[in-house]
């Protein structure tokens, strides 16, 4: 199986801070990840695929980058409703696997 | 918009089958551009792909649940199903149905199957609990 590893598992920020999420993978996957938002009691959201296209909806604050097995989630100026979890999944192959989330809270 | 609702018992009984199924809102499941999964995450941790089943019915299980898992499709109704048999306290998590875009097509030996891909719907998920 690929392994996703997620960095950091917590993140304390501010509104208006930029903020970096990594995630890397066991093993070249290309450009097959996905970004996905969960607040609390909620389902995932989708917020980017292929790496770096930005679901349709998402605002442009979010992007994606990165290939092989490096990968990062930015968010450019945060904002109050963007404070949750934030999970990465590699389609490369099957078995699909998450990476284990990196809670994002307000400092 | 398309919505998708899982249904099934909020308590299982554990060596019991846990039964769910989920509503796709629309005409979405006969299409060819995609597939369906399901996925689970208990209580405060992360997320693991169960299984999905794609258009013309492949099916493809994550092997740590493969030989007690079965999903199918029922696209008269409009529905997708789990089952998974042999449950234990470990199966207790919040269950997602979710729906992926079709993936790149392969054949092999006159065999066609599918790439995975990312879920760009999910459901609201149902929490499953397995206790006596």
């Known amino acids: 199986d690929i392994q996703m590893t997620q960095s950091p598992s917590s993140l304390s920020a501010s509104v208006g801070d930029r903020v970096t999420i990594t995630c890397r993978a066991s093993?070249?996957?290309?450009?097959?990840l996905a970004w996905f938002q969960q607040k609390p009691g909620k389902a995932p959201k989708s917020l980017i695929y292929?790496?770096?296209n930005l679901q349709s909806g998402v605002p442009s604050r979010f992007s994606g980058s990165g290939s092989g097995t490096d990968f990062t989630l930015t968010i450019s100026s945060l904002q109050p409703e963007d404070f949750a979890t934030y999970f990465c999944q590699q389609y490369k192959t099957y078995p699909i696997t998450f990476g284990q989330g990196t809670r994002l809270d307000i400092k | 918009q398309l919505q998708l609702q899982e249904s099934g018992p909020g308590l299982v009984k554990p060596s019991e089958t846990l039964s769910l199924t989920c509503a796709v809102s629309?005409?979405?499941?006969?299409?060819?551009?995609?597939?369906w999964a399901w996925i689970r995450q208990p209580p405060g941790k992360g997320l693991e792909w169960i299984a999905t089943i794609s258009y013309g019915g492949n099916t493809y299980y994550n092997p740590s649940l493969e030989s007690r898992v079965t999903i199918s499709a029922d696209t008269s109704k409009k529905v997708f199903s789990l089952s998974l048999n042999s449950v234990t306290a470990a199966d207790t998590a919040v269950y997602y149905c979710a729906r992926q875009p079709q993936g790149r097509i392969k054949v092999l030996r006159g065999v066609v199957d599918f790439t995975p891909n990312y879920f760009d719907i999910w459901g609201l998920g149902t929490l499953v609990t397995v206790s006596s």
């Open positions: 093993q070249d996957i290309t450009t097959y």
């Open positions: 292929a790496a770096s």
């Open positions: 629309d005409g979405s499941i006969t299409s060819r551009s995609f597939s």
